[in-house]
């Protein structure tokens, strides 16, 4: 469903991403873990086309789109339609009530009238447990709510993969749990997600994969079993140890 090939991605002299290589399969979750500077976040950026890739191909249900040469706007724009990101730092729109954050896509990009897309919009903050908080604006609600709002808001385009960026690394403690539990919750029901997170009870007890990254590659990849319980590199090792 979702193929990375060979992708790299330098920032002049700086190569952050050096030949890297994913497969991932619909209604599976997939946790990216590595120390800070791995190149974890470039790599989720990569390929929702953040930040375009240097080099390499990602296909994405059936698009391939070649970043080894010039690429039209209209073909990273297709690829993008297909995902979903959640950020570490929430964005929403601050003069924007929560559903009004949810619909402005539906409103901007497909083009739905109002009130269907606030419906829409309503639904979704149920599902992420908001429904009374559907008119608070974005200052009036905890880091754990908005990081929900911006779940919905990514839900709302309905995408192909939802990709989240450390979406609990900016949370107190306390409000972690709450944006799990709607992660697990879409897992149950088949969304697919691709995870970078520090939270390794997460990754053990969610995601079918586990990739650990260093210095630009994927240096170990399998279950969270084999990856974080019986790592076989001695670089996921010696970072295991350092975290758990």
């Known amino acids: 469903m979702i193929k990375l090939e060979h992708i790299k991605k330098q920032f002049g002299e700086l190569e952050v991403l050096k030949d890297v ?10 946790a990216i873990i590595g120390p800070s500077g791995s190149g974890k976040t470039t790599f989720l950026r990569c390929m929702n086309v953040l930040e375009q890739p240097t080099s390499g191909k990602i296909t994405i249900e059936g698009q391939t789109v070649d970043f080894s040469k010039p690429v039209p706007k209209k ?5 993008r339609s297909k995902t979903g990101m959640v950020f570490q730092q929430h964005h929403l729109f601050p003069h924007f009530t929560a559903v009004e ?5 539906l409103i901007t990009v497909k083009r739905m009238d109002k009130k269907q897309a606030k419906d ?16 608070l604006y974005p200052f009036q609600l905890s880091g754990g709510q908005q990081q929900r709002v911006g779940i919905a808001r990514a839900l709302a385009m309905e995408p192909s993969v939802i990709l989240f960026d450390e979406p609990t690394s ?15 919750e879409l897992a149950d029901e088949g969304m697919t997600m691709i995870v970078v997170t520090h939270e390794m009870k997460f990754a053990r007890d969610i995601a079918n994969e586990v990739i650990f990254m260093d210095g630009g590659y994927i240096v170990e990849q399998g279950s969270p079993e084999q990856v974080l ?16």
């Not at 073909?75 to 690829?79: A, E, M, P, S, W």
């Not at 829409?120 to 008119?135: E, F, H, M, Q, T």
């Not at 900016?170 to 709450?178: K, W």
């Open 21 to 30: 290589n994913l497969n991932v399969e619909k209604g599976t979750v997939t």
């Open 75 to 79: 073909d990273i724009i297709n690829l």
């Open 101 to 105: 954050n949810v619909m402005e896509g």
């Open 120 to 135: 829409k919009a309503l639904g979704l903050l149920k599902k992420v447990g908001l429904s009374d908080k559907a008119d």
């Open 170 to 184: 900016a949370l107190d403690p306390e409000l972690v749990q709450e944006v799990l539990k709607v992660m697990k």
């Open 229 to 244: 319980v019986h790592p076989k590199e001695e670089r996921t090792k010696q970072f295991l140890q350092l975290i758990q």
